[in-house]
Structures are given as structure tokens and as C-alpha cells.
T-cell receptor, first 114, second 114 residues
Framework: TQLLEQSPQFLSIQEGENLTVYCNSSSVFSSLQWYRQEPGEGPVLLVTVVTGGEVKKLKRLTFQFGDARKDSSLHITAAQPGDTGLYLCAGAYSGSSNTGKLIFGQGTTLQVKP | KAGVTQTPRYLIKTRGQQVTLSCSPISGHRSVSWYQQTPGQGLQFLFEYFSETQRNKGNFPGRFSGRQFSNSRSEMNVSTLELGDSALYLC?????????????FGPGTRLTVL
């Protein structure tokens, strides 16, 4: 069974703090995506990483793909209440990165208090 | 472009009944994937359709089935509903970018089985 372990599951922080969410697997990904989901809505794609060691930045969010393509992290700098939501990592394994089959982590629920 | 649409948004059924959910992908997207989201299991892949053919399948019983029409619209059907089928059912259409399928999700259909 292909598994993606995401940690922490829950995070409650004050506005202005930094945080990191981790996504790990024992298997190699062809690609990995991060999504954010708000209550009552579907996940929204934030970023896709493909190359080992790749770093992508989206404003205050920094995404990193591990050198071995087995893990990834999402770092948020100076979190704001608007960052509150469920963050999901999703991986595509070899042979399926160009198809619509993704394996999702359990998600990290982030609450940023003003 | 209009986003992914799903109908209905909410559904209440009783055990033993069957249900059909509908998904209209983003115009031009030929791949449609279905996921089940529950608090305990997170997001789990059900199946993917591409050009009216099932391309990938997850580990769900045969009570879960789907199809895709020539206009890429997709339906999924669940027969003989069980209490455990209560979940948010998400549909995603895919766009291939750099050899990677980037998925765009609809708002989901909330199914409650009583």
C-alpha cells in the first residue's frame, strides 16, 4: 500500500508565527502537489514539484521537494488568519504522474489566530 | 473558464438505496478523477476516466462505479448504500503541464446515508 504520512495533523498558532508541514513516504514520487482546502470547498492546487531538491516559493509559502523525491515540506512565514485551512500533500508515483491518480496525505489542519 | 461543477451539492439517502453523482469538468479537460473524503480516511482515490475509458482504479468495492461521456462529463454511481459511504465525494479534472497532471477540484457532493 502506498502511503503518504503528513505531520503534524493539527496546528494552532498565533498570527505572525512561522510553521512547517511535512509529507513523507517510503516510496519515490514522480511528482508531488500541495493543496489547500477550506470548509465546504474542494482542494485548490498551490504548487507542483517534480525535481528532487526543487524549491518553489509562493509569496510567504515555500515548498521543498527532497533530494530523493520521497519527502516534501511546506513552510509558511509570518502566518496570517487567511492561511487557516486544511493543507494536503498528494503524490503521483512512477508511471502515473501524467494521469489523474493521486495519493493524498491525511492533511494538516492549520488554525491561525489573530 | 468555468470551474469543475458537481451536482447535487448535498444528498441524503437511506441504506440499501443507490445514488448517482454528476461532474462536469473544465472545458478542454479530458480526464476526470473521483475521490472520497472522510474524516477518518482522508482523501482516497476512487477511479479516473479518460476519453470515456477507465484509466485508473482505486481499492473500492464494485458497488462504486463510474462512466464518462463523449463530452467528458462523468457520473459515479454507488449501489446498495452503506452507512460508511457517508462522505464528501470530490471530482477533479486534469490538465497536463510539463508531463504532470494538475488537478482542479469541484466543490464536492456531500452524501449522507441514514
Amino acid at each position: 500500500t502506498q502511503l503518504l504520512e503528513q505531520s503534524p495533523q493539527f496546528l494552532s498558532i498565533q498570527e505572525g508565527e512561522n510553521l512547517t508541514v511535512y509529507c513523507n513516504s517510503s516510496s519515490v514520487f514522480s511528482s508531488l502537489q500541495w493543496y489547500r482546502q477550506e470548509p465546504g470547498e474542494g482542494p485548490v492546487l498551490l504548487v507542483t514539484v517534480v525535481t528532487g531538491g526543487e524549491v518553489k516559493k509562493l509569496k510567504r509559502l515555500t515548498f521543498q521537494f527532497g533530494d530523493a523525491r520521497k519527502d516534501s515540506s511546506l513552510h509558511i512565514t509570518a502566518a496570517q488568519p487567511g492561511d487557516t485551512g486544511l493543507y494536503l500533500c498528494a503524490g503521483a508515483y512512477s508511471g502515473s504522474s501524467n494521469t489523474g491518480k493521486l495519493i493524498f496525505g491525511q492533511g494538516t489542519t492549520l488554525q491561525v489566530k489573530p | 473558464k468555468a470551474g469543475v461543477t458537481q451536482t447535487p451539492r448535498y444528498l441524503i439517502k437511506t441504506r440499501g438505496q443507490q445514488v448517482t453523482l454528476s461532474c462536469s469538468p473544465i472545458s478542454g479537460h479530458r480526464s476526470v478523477s473521483w475521490y472520497q473524503q472522510t474524516p477518518g480516511q482522508g482523501l482516497q482515490f476512487l477511479f479516473e476516466y479518460f476519453s470515456e475509458t477507465q484509466r485508473n482504479k482505486g481499492n473500492f468495492p464494485g458497488r462504486f462505479s463510474g462512466r464518462q461521456f463523449s463530452n467528458s462529463r462523468s457520473e459515479m454511481n454507488v449501489s446498495t448504500l452503506e452507512l460508511g459511504d457517508s462522505a464528501l465525494y470530490l471530482c477533479a479534472s486534469s490538465f497536463i503541464s510539463g508531463g504532470v497532471a494538475e488537478q482542479f477540484f469541484g466543490p464536492g457532493t456531500r452524501l449522507t446515508v441514514l
